[in-house]
């Protein structure tokens, strides 16, 4: 079955450059997806990518996309501590509707 | 414009009791999904839903059932509510075509004691 795994926690400084990474196992994945959480909330969409991609930028955010490995990476420039939060990829193929997610990986942003 | 709305907020219920929980998709959207997220778990997909017609179910009992109505807002159903039941439900809105990304609600709070 389909799988998606993250590293748990990072901790960075304000400032500094964040890279959150995830894997995941469906070769058939198309879109791959970051979402943030805070604490309480629901899940804010950040920015996807199709798999025919291999990077994709939107303002501080760059997404890498290794097809090979099925490897995705987060990168967060300029990290403010208002991007404190849980980060989580998720994976969806065309044959399915559903989302599969990462467990999520907390960032903490020190001052 | 408004985003997926849920309601309500919070809720505490007893083991055995039943649940409803409501969504209300972004406004154009024909889709909606649900999704229940257990504390320091990520999001598992319990339903979807496009054009009132079941078009995905994860690996939930049948204790869990769900529909959506003519204005494309949806009801979760939890029956015998346990209390691993206690967890953050999350709606999310898609177009239901093309790329269908997902937008999600704020969530409920469920808690079974």
């Known amino acids: 079955g389909e799988d998606v795994e993250q590293s748990l926690f990072l901790s960075v400084r304000e400032g500094d450059s964040s890279v959150i990474n995830c894997t995941y196992t469906d070769s058939s994945s198309t879109y791959l997806y970051w979402y943030k959480q805070e604490p309480g909330a629901g899940l804010q969409l950040l920015t996807y990518?199709?798999?025919?991609?291999d990077m994709k930028q939107d303002q501080r955010l760059t997404v890498l996309l290794n097809k090979k490995d099925k490897h995705l990476s987060l990168r967060i420039a300029d990290t403010q501590t208002g991007d404190s939060a849980i980060y989580f990829c998720a994976e969806r193929d065309t044959g399915r509707r559903a989302l599969t997610f990462g467990s999520g990986t907390r960032l903490q942003v020190q001052p | 414009d408004a985003g997926v709305t849920q309601s309500p907020t919070h809720l505490i219920k007893t083991r055995g009791q039943h649940v409803t929980l409501r969504c209300s998709p972004i406004s154009g959207h024909k889709s909606v999904s649900w999704y229940q997220q257990v504390l320091g778990q990520g999001p598992q997909f319990i339903f979807q839903y496009y054009e009132k017609e079941e078009r995905g179910r994860g690996n939930f009992p049948d204790r869990f059932s769900a529909r959506q109505f003519p204005n494309y807002s949806s009801e979760l159903n939890v029956n015998a509510l346990l209390l691993g039941d206690s967890a953050l439900y999350l709606c999310?809105?898609?177009?239901?075509?093309?790329?269908?990304?997902?937008?999600f609600g704020p969530g409920t709070r469920l808690l079974v004691l």
């Open positions: 999310a809105s898609s177009s239901g075509q093309g790329s269908e990304t997902q937008y």
């Open positions: 990518i199709f798999s025919n991609m």
